[in-house]
């Protein structure tokens, strides 16, 4: 029955998205992020349901041609492409390319996404449901997964819902990102009934990130929740939120819970005598030696299994590179790591000058939250092989999307003072500047009319002669 209902919803949904291709971004995330798919029991776990959506909007794209933007040119949206142009490269270079497919298809798919999000996401009405949607969707995860552990007085979940998702430290990684865009939500949005469900969402994932036992995640909590309370300029809303998960938690859990956690954590700085940790640090050796000896395209996504064994002190267990920068520096080389980097980097730069820029209470706490959740994911990919996550493109693009609907009701209000006060303003006759275009397509300021001839300078008519 859930197969029949969720293929049901999709089909239906294909035909809007034909004429919609926004709405195809909404639903392309809810199946990304909420993994409906991966709650059913039959053939829909198998389906492509997110490329029958893709092919979908791809028709609606053709279909509003000129009426809707394929992708806004900024900074994070170059460097972005360029990432999938030097990771194709790299698979072009793999020592196997048949090892390629499934990785490769990870990245193209996760920065397609993205760009198609800096082009469509072009107004505050939308910019508000991308946010909703892509929050709530993995919100709702946290609380499904927190209520199951409250109601057992703790639980220890071993593996995530799926998808990007699939084990218990990537789970705890994306809720880490996801608190702060819920207690944006909970702080800027109007209507209360979506502030309350934002901020208890935001207390069950916090204890579905106890839940997991990630030490990674534990680790990226204790950076965030500190950083939450000292960025919001609403602190006692913050500290309310962090205050009542962390009382649930301690008033509901068992001892033997309580002190398994405390014994998982406390284990950190035993990294020496602890098996996963020892491991981690080999497979971070074994990489870096490896991007030594393939600097420029590296191995090939996917392809360190097949070098493992050649580079490891302890070839007699594969391990991942449990590290999201020696992943991509490994695998697709020293270039590839440079744009990562630079495109996270010019988000949480661009995101800094627009606080500074752009005085709206909404857009300034959407800054800073985009910026926590970008920190969340530099904190906890050390850990994890997290480079391909669709979820920190998708916060690429929203950054951009932010900027553009932004500054574009900035220089609207600007524009509407100046007539109001019936003032001229320098410049004001100058075509008004399109935030989302780049330079080179703004459009040029109109010429400025010839002032009207004197009867003097005027030419003699030839019946004056």
């Not at 050796?285 to 392809?303: K, R």
């Not at 979820?391 to 609907?405: D, N």
């Not at 609207?412 to 320098?426: H, L, R």
Request: aromatic content about 12%.
């Amino acid at each position: 029955m859930r197969d029949l209902i969720l293929l049901g919803l999709v089909a239906g949904m294909l035909p809007v998205i034909a004429f919609r291709p926004y709405f195809g971004l909404l639903v392309y995330a809810w199946l990304a992020f909420m993994r409906p798919q991966d709650l059913t029991w039959g053939m829909a776990r198998s389906l492509p349901l997110s490329q029958w959506v893709a092919i979908a909007m791809a028709v609606g794209l053709l279909f509003t041609m000129g009426r809707e933007r394929l992708a806004t040119l900024k900074t994070q949206t170059v460097l972005m492409i360029l990432l999938w142009g030097w990771i194709s490269l790299s698979v072009l270079n793999a020592l196997n390319p048949a090892l390629c497919e499934h990785t490769y298809g990870l990245y193209w798919k996760a920065i397609l996404i993205s760009v198609l999000t800096t082009g469509l996401v072009h107004d505050r009405q939308r910019l508000r449901i991308a946010i909703i949607v892509i929050a709530f969707c993995l919100g709702l995860l946290g609380t499904k997964y927190g209520l199951f552990g409250l109601l057992r007085g703790g639980a220890r979940f071993y593996a995530g819902p799926g998808g990007f998702m699939s084990d218990n430290n990537s789970f705890a990684l994306a809720l880490n990102m996801t608190l702060p865009l819920l207690i944006g939500i909970a702080l800027v949005e109007k209507l209360k009934v979506l502030r309350l469900a934002a901020a208890g969402m935001a207390v069950f994932s916090l204890l579905t990130i106890v839940f997991t036992f990630s030490r990674g995640g534990f680790l990226t909590l204790a950076v965030i929740a500190p950083m939450l309370i000292w960025r919001s300029k609403h602190r006692t809303a913050v500290i309310l939120v962090l205050a009542i998960g962390f009382s649930v938690l301690f008033y509901t859990s068992s001892g033997a819970f309580k002190q398994d956690y405390v014994d998982r954590a406390s284990s950190i700085s035993d990294y020496e005598e602890d098996g996963s940790a020892r491991g981690r640090l080999n497979a971070w050796q074994t990489a870096w030696s490896a991007f030594l000896d393939y600097p420029v395209f590296g191995v090939g996504p996917n392809n360190f299994q097949v070098v493992f064994r050649t580079y490891s002190p302890t070839p007699d267990r594969f391990r991942v590179q449990h590290n999201a920068y020696l992943q991509i520096l490994s695998e697709s080389g020293l270039p590839a790591l440079l744009l990562f980097l630079g495109a996270i980097g010019s988000t949480l730069w661009r995101l800094q000058r627009l606080r500074g820029d752009i005085r709206f209470g909404w857009a300034e706490t959407y800054a800073r939250m985009l910026q926590l959740s970008m920190l969340a994911y530099l904190v906890g990919s050390l850990f994890l092989n997290t480079a391909y996550s669709e979820l920190v493109y998708s916060l690429i693009g929203l950054s951009v999307a932010l900027e553009v609907v932004a500054r574009k009701e900035a220089a609207a209000d600007a524009s509407e003072a100046v007539t109001a006060s019936g003032k001229a303003m320098p410049g004001a006759g100058k075509a008004p500047a399109d935030p989302a275009l780049p330079w080179w397509k703004q459009p040029r300021p109109a010429a400025a009319p010839a002032p009207p001839r004197s009867p003097a300078s005027a030419p003699a008519s030839l019946g004056g002669i």
